[in-house]
């Protein structure tokens, strides 16, 4: 059901790692309704349905090992340099991460799950939470297209923070500089 959105989210954490790892977690898009039937013998109706624990239900389906590896090597959040934690939307082909640039300064090496170490998209917003740059490689934009975006942001953002060389600065929640 639409509201069962933390078990559609870890429903598609299963299926990306799957799409990475195929013999060690399970194909829930073939055999589903196989696999759930014990659990749904005293659901009648669309209402019931519902009404079930679906996250459970799949976390049930998982096994506890296996759902400790997944969060492990595919987790649901990600928490950033300043230390707010994102969600990871495993829903695309590339699991992406949407968080202010702030939050990012210091980062030298780009973020990866996976036993495959893939790399996370990142989407890097502005104080107004606006996409300004997405990127699958941060230290490469921080030293390539990191210029521009700050000259722009400086521009519409001249109060909070655009260093200038980002990876050496501290990663802050901070919206504006603070004052002197």
Same mark, same amino acid.
């Given at each position: 059901?639409?509201?069962?959105?933390?078990?559609?989210?870890?429903?598609?954490?299963?299926?990306?790692?799957?799409?990475?790892?195929?013999?060690?977690?399970?194909?829930?898009?073939?055999?589903?309704?196989?696999?759930?039937?014990?659990?749904?013998?005293?659901?009648? @109706?669309? #209402?019931?349905?519902?009404?079930?624990?679906?996250?459970? =239900?799949?976390?049930?389906?998982? %096994?506890?090992?296996? $759902?400790?590896?997944?969060?492990?090597?595919?987790?649901?959040?990600?928490?950033?340099?300043?230390?707010?934690?994102?969600?990871?939307?495993?829903?695309?082909?590339?699991?992406?991460?949407?968080?202010?640039?702030?939050?990012?300064?210091?980062?030298?090496?780009?973020?990866?799950?996976?036993?495959?170490?893939?790399?996370?998209?990142?989407?890097?917003? @502005?104080? #107004?939470?606006?996409?300004?740059?997405?990127?699958?490689? =941060?230290?490469?934009?921080?030293? %390539?297209?990191?210029? $521009?975006?700050?000259?722009?942001?400086?521009?519409?953002?001249?109060?909070?923070?655009?260093?200038?060389?980002?990876?050496?600065?501290?990663?802050?929640?901070?919206?504006?500089?603070?004052?002197?």
């Amino acid at each position: 059901p639409p509201e069962a959105k933390a078990a559609r989210q870890l429903f598609d954490r299963v299926a990306f790692a799957r799409g990475q790892e195929p013999k060690r977690y399970p194909n829930w898009n073939f055999h589903f309704e196989d696999q759930v039937a014990p659990y749904l013998e005293r659901v009648h @109706s669309f #209402a019931d349905l519902r009404k079930l624990d679906w996250l459970s =239900l799949l976390r049930n389906l998982l %096994g506890f090992e296996l $759902l400790r590896e997944l969060d492990s090597a595919y987790p649901e959040m990600f928490t950033t340099p300043a230390g707010a934690k994102h969600r990871i939307d495993y829903c695309n082909e590339i699991p992406t991460l949407s968080a202010k640039a702030q939050e990012f300064y210091g980062v030298k090496v780009h973020p990866t799950v996976g036993k495959k170490r893939i790399p996370l998209r990142i989407e890097l917003l @502005s104080p #107004a939470h606006r996409p300004i740059q997405v990127t699958t490689d =941060l230290p490469g934009f921080w030293r %390539g297209n990191w210029p $521009l975006v700050q000259k722009e942001m400086k521009s519409q953002y001249p109060k909070h923070l655009w260093p200038d060389d980002p990876a050496e600065a501290a990663a802050t929640l901070r919206s504006v500089k603070p004052k002197k």
